[in-house]
């Protein structure tokens, strides 16, 4: 159980589609030797450290074929007295068809069964699937416990763990997640983005996005558009006089020159682009093309008016 490899406990999380996949299938059954070598991995690295978050590579959603999956599970457990575990890993990124499909099991779950739905959004799922659970809710972490930690566990030091800990909002894995190697690299790469769409310049925005696009990993363009959210999150925090909110701590001049430049663009308006994007890329719209229409959205934004 410490090690999340114990047989009456499912885990269940977004997986990519497999090849020649019919939603009949097991949902590992037509997945490649290393995609589910990639998901061992994922889960053990879940094992040793309780704020890893199960990412696998081209998966985005929860398909049917897992929900179904643990249902026939649970109908084998029938009159075995055995307790089965499913933890259902950011619930709200379930498909239409995939949550409709666990309501019965929520509503009339088999002895010794205990299905527990983990999410961020709550908003975001279904009204037939909350009404149907028990809610517990988690208070956010003071920050000066997320800050202890953080140097305690070497994260980092003193002076970087205050920063971090104002910005996590309360969350240890947000925490973790801004002090992040990969993380930091996504702030400077919409750093670099952000100078090419002022530009204007076609070659160096397709040069900016060749990292996102080139791996083909939705998830990971859709970590590069919440950094550039953050991004324009950061402008609205130096207008309130707010500088302690920057959430690219690393490289403050840049967002606050920029601020200081754009005083008259409306970072509403920028959000709601970038959001925008975000379902066209989780709806699987052509991703360079996605990011390039946003480029040139933003751009227009960044043009004195007439």
Not at 206 to 231: G, H
Request: aromatic content about 4%; proline content about 6%; some cysteine.
């Amino acid at each position: 159980m410490d090690t999340l490899q114990h047989p009456n406990i499912d885990l269940v999380f977004p997986l990519p589609p497999g090849k020649n996949e019919e939603r009949q299938h097991d949902p590992y059954e037509k997945l490649s030797e290393s995609v589910i070598q990639e998901i061992r991995n994922e889960i053990a690295a879940k094992g040793r450290d309780p704020y890893h978050r199960i990412e696998i590579r081209r998966a985005s959603v929860i398909k049917i074929n897992s929900i179904r999956s643990i249902k026939r599970k649970a109908a084998m457990r029938v009159g075995h007295h055995q307790r089965h575990v499913v933890i259902i890993c950011g619930a709200e990124k379930m498909k239409a068809d995939a949550a409709n499909s666990l309501l019965k099991t929520l509503e009339e779950p088999n002895a010794g069964q205990m299905i527990i739905l983990t999410t961020s959004t709550p908003d975001a799922l279904l009204p037939t699937i909350v009404s149907r659970c028990q809610v517990i809710r988690f208070d956010p972490i003071p920050e000066q416990e997320i800050m202890r930690a953080l140097v305690e566990r070497d994260v980092c030091d003193q002076n970087t763990a205050e920063a971090l800990a104002r910005l996590a909002e309360g969350s240890f894995l947000k925490a973790l997640e801004y002090s992040d190697p990969e993380v930091r690299g996504r702030r400077s790469l919409v750093v670099e983005f952000m100078r090419a769409v002022y530009a204007g310049n076609s070659t160096r925005i397709m040069k900016e996005i060749e990292p996102i696009v080139s791996s083909r990993d939705r998830q990971e363009a859709v970590r590069f558009l919440q950094a550039l959210e953050d991004w324009f999150h950061d402008v609205i925090a130096i207008r309130e006089g707010r500088p302690d909110r920057i959430r690219h701590f690393d490289n403050p001049e840049a967002v606050t020159k920029f601020a200081q430049l754009f005083s008259g663009i409306s970072c509403e308006d920028a959000l709601h682009e970038i959001e925008k994007t975000i379902e066209y890329v989780t709806g699987n719209v052509h991703l360079t093309l996605a990011l390039v229409n946003l480029a040139h959205h933003l751009h227009q934004r960044l043009q004195p008016p007439p």
